[in-house]
């Protein structure tokens, strides 16, 4: 069965350091997509960004940036220079066309002024 | 575009009373999702609605939890009688239900079970 393990549950750090997130997953689907969502204090999920099983390129979006790595099953995210408006609740979350979204138990970011 | 609607925002109630949480998603979005968020996790899906039949709902408490999406649009979602285990978050969710679609979450019903 399809699986997300974030390994961190809770990381504080100080603004402006970098900080990454983990994402392990486990699935047996050839085709599959990887998500990355926030949740920040109001509760509401949003999206940060896809990637699909075929897709193993590296993406930089500002100051977030994601490396995904299918030899070692991980699709982390990383902060660069953090804010404190990056705290929040980050869940990374695994889909296939057989099974609906999965979620991992989420990390909780503060980021210390 | 407006976004998911969810009502009410927050909801106490007691053990083995009832309640019902009501969403609207996107305008066009075919598929709708419900996900329970307890305290400390990751959402878990209840019920997938694709237009208004049920393609997933293997994870639905169906003693006590029922959902319905008349018209293909709302939806609500019901629980009764409820439990203390039943506090929790209840999170709509909509897609346009391609594979790997984004899905765009409502600000969720928060219920609270004394």
């Known amino acids: 069965a399809q699986k997300v393990t974030q390994a961190q549950t809770e990381i504080s750090v100080v603004e402006k350091e970098d900080v990454t997130l983990d994402c392990v997953y486990e699935?047996?689907?050839?085709?599959?997509?990887l998500f990355w969502y926030k949740q920040p204090p109001s509760g509401e999920l949003v999206f940060l960004i896809r990637?699909?099983?075929?897709?193993?390129q590296n993406e930089i979006s500002g100051r977030y940036s994601w490396n995904f790595q299918k030899s070692t099953s991980s699709f982390n995210f990383t902060i660069t220079a953090s804010q404190v408006v990056d705290s929040a609740v980050y869940f990374c979350?695994?889909?296939?066309?057989?099974?609906?979204?999965?979620f991992g138990k989420g990390t909780r970011l503060s980021v210390i002024a | 575009e407006a976004g998911v609607a969810q009502s009410p925002r927050y909801k106490i109630i007691e053990k083995r009373q009832s309640v019902a949480f009501w969403c609207n998603p996107i305008?066009?979005?075919?598929?709708l999702y419900w996900y329970q968020q307890i305290l400390g996790q990751g959402p878990k899906l209840l019920i997938q609605?694709?237009?208004?039949?049920?393609?997933?709902d293997s994870q639905l408490p169906k003693d006590r939890f029922s959902a319905e999406r008349l018209k293909g649009v709302d939806s609500t979602l019901k629980i009764q009688p409820a439990k203390l285990e039943d506090s929790a978050v209840y999170l709509c969710?909509?897609?346009?239900?391609?594979?790997?679609?984004?899905?765009?979450f409502g600000e969720g019903s928060r219920l609270t079970v004394l």
């Open positions: 699935t047996r689907d050839t085709t599959y997509y």
């Open positions: 609605f694709q237009n208004n039949g049920v393609v997933d």
């Open positions: 979350a695994h889909h296939s066309g057989n099974t609906p979204l999965v």
């Open positions: 969710a909509s897609s346009l239900g391609l594979a790997g679609g984004e899905l765009f």
């Open positions: 305008s066009g979005h075919a598929t």
């Open positions: 990637r699909n099983s075929f897709d193993e």
